[in-house]
């Protein structure tokens, strides 16, 4: 069974760059038709979905974070990564990597497996 | 870009109950909406897929259903596991959630 862990940390400091990893054991990153998605949740409020990258290498990002947001795979390693640019106090979240799976034919892939999620803090 | 409204925010119910929670599109999307159930300090779990689909392991006591705009998420005889935040989603965008509370 396909496992994700976040990790990176926890702590940035205001306009850096968040970096964080997912690394993915229990199935191949570069084998099947899977996604993979950075999703995050403020302290007290709602899911927001960050960005995806296919296996094959097309990303897409929220369009409120497109101009900060890089996802990318690693896949000598079996991880992948986000990166967040010119972070402030509004990027303060728990931040999920998950595996999505396209279960029905011609609707967006769901996330389906993931990680236990890891708090990021941006503060000086 | 579509937008989600999901409702209510806050429910309050009582173990054994059936609770309704209701997600609209801006636009059409046919059956493309999933559901998912998050609880703190965990990971959300898939509830349902494509509308009405109930992943395998989902209890039977979940449904889903609707197509175009309007989703519904029925839960049938509340157990107190069930108790958590709720969240519909379709491709990115995520419903505000709707937290369940104990009555």
């Known amino acids: 069974q396909v496992q994700l862990q976040e990790s990176g940390p926890g702590l940035v400091k205001p306009s850096q760059t968040l970096s964080l990893i997912c690394t993915v054991s229990?199935?191949?990153?570069?084998?099947?038709?899977?996604?993979w998605s950075w999703i995050r949740q403020p302290a007290g409020k709602g899911l927001e979905w960050v960005g995806r990258?296919?296996?094959?290498?097309?990303?897409s990002y929220n369009p409120s974070l497109k101009s900060r947001v890089t996802v990318s795979l690693d896949t000598s390693k079996n991880q992948f990564s986000l990166k967040l640019s010119s972070v402030t106090a509004a990027d303060t979240a728990v931040y999920y990597c998950?595996?999505?799976?396209?279960?029905?034919?011609?609707?967006?892939?769901?996330?389906?497996?993931w990680g236990q999620g890891t708090l990021v803090t941006v503060s000086s | 870009a579509i937008q989600m409204t999901q409702s209510p925010s806050s429910l309050s119910a009582s173990v054994g109950d059936r609770v309704t929670i209701t997600c609209r599109a801006s636009?059409?999307?046919?059956?493309?909406l999933d559901w998912y159930q998050h609880k703190p300090g965990q990971a959300p779990k898939l509830l349902i897929f494509?509308?009405?689909n109930l992943p395998r392991g989902v209890p039977s006591r979940f449904s889903g259903s609707g197509s175009g705009t309007d989703f519904t998420l029925t839960i049938n005889g509340l157990q107190p596991e069930d108790f958590a935040t709720y969240y519909c989603?379709?491709?990115?965008?995520f419903g505000r959630g709707t937290k369940l509370e104990i009555k």
């Open positions: 998950s595996r999505d799976v396209q279960l029905t034919y011609g609707n967006s892939p769901s996330p389906f497996n």
């Open positions: 229990g199935g191949s990153i570069s084998s099947g038709s899977y996604y």
């Open positions: 990258i296919y296996t094959a290498g097309t990303t």
């Open positions: 636009q059409g999307i046919r059956n493309d």
């Open positions: 494509a509308a009405s």
């Open positions: 989603l379709q491709d990115y965008n």
